[in-house]
């Protein structure tokens, strides 16, 4: 028996074919990903979206600079615009036909508790947070039918950033939908209500939305939602959640969206936690019990919550991508009967997914099972035609289970290995060239940094199996099958544990199997033992069906790390090892297909390529070692470290002997530099040369460390990430905080703590029961609910001095005469006080050397002023 089953072992020619083919479908798909409609011109019939005509409303919004929720740039500039624009549009829109604009602005106050998610659990109070409400229905109220639909951006922003992506690029998409739906004539019989909020408290917490959803009269009708989001900048926005009961919300996107771009793969993700950030879907979803859908532009998060997330970075044809596809799906939706649906859940899907932005996929979780029952039996079946065919060339039983056994053992062994190799690989170049994160400033370098060795690496380790597996030719082809059919046993496996389960990853599994049910079926209905033996039906028949399966991985893999490279760019964990965990799981789904052809082709030709895709792949890692930065600053395309600068002043009472607030025994400034990413503070080019910034240390200190976080952020805690330096600043000008004890009242084995705290509009509060006590619970005084039972408070409020709270705590399990630590952190986010000298002149030697072009300086800060009153009670 020959290599090729009778015919000439093959040579270097289906590798090449390989390559090129390979190379083609990463280009093919990368454009894919990329692509986006053209800018379209408004019409004088509305009929249409048009971006350029809703970009003009980014442009205006983001020159007002940084919004905060409770600042005059929000809850003034950025208000009054938005109300003016509705303004307008309600004139027209009642003066042209049958339907009404109704228009709201709504104050709510308010508390709720948020579970840990990308957070530690706490509690949350606000106070007179902005929405600017609009409600387009019929003017007759005998033509409106129940039911409506809830639109929902924000129009606040993080303290450094214009926003134009985040948020307001939704908003402006939300006012020309109201500009078409409420012109277009085949709009005019609309029997529904479409309710548009615009919020104005999301990055402070989910504030505004929860106001609304709680409190606004508005709610009681809305039978679902669309949540319009971003965590990065423009691109094409994907459909990363629904749910729950969200099968009629999902179908019209299914049906409707021009350009659909969804993924369940970013559901399952996001509601893990690992992405570092939370929407108003779960508010409308927790609070209202509403079924919705989640959409975000999610490329480019390198500006996102940064200096850069400017309208100029937005990439044209973006807004044209959401608002085609949100116009249709609301369009499909306000059709008669399409909100009874919404009553009638039917079977949720199970599974979704967009084919390079041209085709959806979705089906509910039995079809699923039935998918997986007919790949389990294809794969049976593959493995059944491998074992006769072989005993028609003499190998016994003992041949296949010595093959057998040896792939099990193999299979797994060589994986780990590759990957044991790569970490190590990655975890030298990291720590003795300075080689750490240098796929962050630009993808591709994942390719020939991480994803190029892995290969070789597979190769080396499966082609040195095969080869020296057995001198017989036809037991090395038995045990070439064998880690094919493995690999397939295992995909089954975590198909199966993965359904089972409830989650739904496993449909890129069952992708990659589709070659193997074809396969099966193929040798159901035409059974040859050359089906096995031979390499002409392997690169006939097999080969080729790996095409839109391969294609698939790709374009899943390239939308991961299009999201989670910039992610990574701010987590301190070893995020080079997550690059590579994505790469070599990308690989492995795939690498199997050139398992025959490892075997079928010569030996010496085989070993050459070999040779050469080693000396490629250390050329390319040398290259890149050499060429590749982590951070790189231009101004068409900054990307940046991400610094968190707090100047903070620290005022330290005096344990308190009896009621109000006690004396100030220590009163001292610091500089903290909070690094963001696992490049680490040190790396940090002015914290690095500057001696008097000095690691922080922990020990006693409780939890929070005694750091002012804005949100309960402890992660952010370890070695080498946060280092202070005490300064003495008089520019220092945010008002003290006050921490007065008004009432403490032992019960049993419980105390009741009444506190008056006031600050600025963004206070974090720290409660820190002795070793043995617990919080059972606080609450603003005179509410009759706890809000939660965390040790942290967030308290935030809009209007001059409205930074006032009254808060009665309960501790548990403590003696009459224990003490609580309270650490009161006052956050100044916008106006005068919010920069001090020091930090000014930290940002301005930062843009001045990041412009010089020295990568190490490409940075952008979060940067502001914090005032802290701490004692003990």
């Not at 019929?138 to 639109?151: C, E, H, T, V």
């Not at 021009?258 to 779960?282: A, N």
């Not at 109000?660 to 530099?673: K, N």
């Not at 000014?840 to 930062?846: G, K, Y």
Request: glycine content about 6%.
């Amino acid at each position: 028996m020959s290599k090729s089953g009778g015919g000439r072992p093959l040579g270097v020619q289906p590798w090449i074919v390989i390559l090129v083919v390979v190379t083609g479908v990463l280009y093919f798909v990368n454009h894919a990903h990329l692509a986006l409609p053209d800018v379209v011109e408004p019409d004088e019939a509305n009929s249409r979206f048009s971006e350029k005509r809703a970009f003009q409303t980014v442009e205006t919004l983001a020159k007002i600079g940084p919004k905060p929720s409770g600042s005059e740039a929000c809850e003034e500039s950025t208000v009054t615009h938005i109300q003016n624009e509705l303004k307008t549009l309600k004139k027209s829109i009642e003066k042209s036909n049958n339907l009404k604009l109704d228009l709201d602005f709504q104050r709510p106050s308010g508390c709720f508790s948020v579970p840990r998610f990308d957070v530690d659990g706490f509690g949350l109070c606000y106070r007179n947070v902005s929405n600017i409400v609009a409600r387009l229905g019929p003017r007759q109220q005998s033509l409106r039918n129940d039911g409506a639909l809830l639109i929902n951006c924000h129009y606040d922003s993080w303290a450094t950033s214009p926003a134009a992506s985040d948020d307001l690029a939704s908003c402006a998409i939300m006012l020309e939908l109201i500009r078409i739906l409420g012109h277009d004539k085949a709009t005019t019989d609309v029997t529904h209500d479409v309710i548009f909020l615009f919020n104005g408290a999301e990055e402070a917490g989910l504030l505004a939305s929860h106001g609304f959803i709680t409190q606004h009269g508005y709610r009681h009708p809305i039978k679902g939602f669309i949540n319009l989001e971003a965590s990065g900048s423009g691109g094409r926005e994907v459909l990363f959640q629904s749910g729950p009961h969200s099968q009629w919300l999902l179908d019209a996107y299914l049906r409707a969206a021009p350009h659909p771009h969804l993924s369940v793969l970013g559901q399952e993700v996001f509601s893990s936690g690992i992405v570092p950030s939370d929407t108003d879907f779960r508010i409308f979803r927790d609070h209202g019990r509403l079924s919705g859908l989640d959409f975000a532009f999610a490329q480019n998060a390198y500006w996102w919550h940064t200096e850069f997330d400017e309208a100029h970075r937005i990439r044209p044809g973006s807004l044209q991508h959401a608002g085609d596809n949100v116009l249709a799906v609301v369009r499909l939706l306000l059709k008669e009967g399409n909100f009874g649906k919404s009553v009638t859940f039917g079977k949720p899907y199970f599974v979704f997914f967009d084919y390079l932005g041209f085709a959806t996929i979705a089906y509910g979780v039995e079809t699923s099972i039935v998918l997986s029952i007919i790949a389990t039996v294809a794969v049976l079946v593959v493995i059944g035609r491998h074992v006769s065919d072989f005993r028609t060339v003499g190998l016994s039983s003992f041949d296949f289970f010595k093959a057998y056994l040896a792939a099990i053992f193999i299979y797994p062994f060589n994986w780990a290995s590759v990957l044991f190799v790569v970490k190590c690989q990655i975890q030298i170049l990291g720590d003795f060239f300075d080689a750490k994160m240098l796929w962050l400033a630009k993808h591709s370098v994942v390719i020939p940094f991480t994803v190029l060795p892995i290969v070789v690496y597979a190769l080396v380790a499966f082609g040195t199996a095969i080869l020296k597996f057995s001198p017989r030719p036809e037991a090395r082809l038995a045990f070439t099958w064998a880690l094919y059919d493995v690999h397939n046993l295992l995909s089954i496996a975590i198909l199966w544990y993965s359904t089972y389960h409830g989650s739904a990853i496993g449909f890129i599994f069952l992708a990659t199997l589709t070659p193997t049910i074809i396969d099966a079926l193929i040798r159901l209905v035409v059974p040859s033992r050359d089906q096995t033996l031979r390499s002409t039906y392997y690169l006939s028949t097999i080969l080729p069906f790996t095409l839109p399966a391969f294609t698939l991985v790709i374009y899943k893999a390239i939308l991961i790390l299009s999201v989670f490279i910039p992610i990574l760019g701010r987590s301190k964990g070893d995020t080079d090892f997550a690059i590579v965990l994505i790469a070599i799981a990308t690989v492995f789904l795939v690498f199997f297909y050139v398992y025959p052809l490892i075997f079928f082709t010569h030996k010496l030709t085989f070993k050459y390529i070999l040779r050469t895709a080693f000396f490629v792949s250390v050329i390319a890692v040398v290259l890149t070692v050499v060429l590749a930065t982590p951070y790189k600053y231009s101004y068409e395309y900054p990307v940046a470290r991400r610094t968190q600068l707090y100047h903070v002043r620290n005022r330290v009472l005096a344990d308190a002997t009896g009621l109000g607030q006690p004396d100030v025994v220590d009163d001292y400034q610091q500089v903290l530099a909070i690094a963001q990413d696992n490049r680490q503070v040190g790396d940090i080019p002015f914290v690095a040369r500057d001696k008097e910034f000095e690691e922080i240390d922990c020990t006693g200190k409780g939890q929070y460390c005694r750091l002012p976080f804005l949100y309960p952020t402890p992660d952010r805690l370890g070695p080498n990430m946060i280092r202070a330096k005490n300064v003495t600043d008089p520019s220092f000008a945010v008002p003290e905080s006050k921490l007065v004890l008004v009432n403490k009242r032992p019960n049993g084995n419980a105390i009741r703590y009444e506190i008056a705290v006031s600050g600025t509009d963004q206070i974090s509060v720290v409660f820190r029961p002795p070793p043995e006590g617990t919080i059972s619970g606080w609450r603003l005084h005179g509410q009759p609910n706890f809000v939660t039972n965390s040790s942290f408070a967030f308290l935030s409020c809009s209007g001059p001095s409205c930074g006032n709270w009254w808060i009665e705590i309960f501790v548990g399990d403590v003696e009459h005469d224990s003490r609580m630590e309270i650490m009161v952190a006052s956050h100044s986010m916008h106006g005068d006080t919010m920069k001090t000298d020091s930090l000014n002149a930290i940002e301005s030697e930062i843009k001045e050397k990041r412009a010089s072009g020295d990568w190490r300086w490409s940075t952008t800060t979060s940067a502001w002023a914090v005032d802290v009153i701490r004692g003990s009670f």
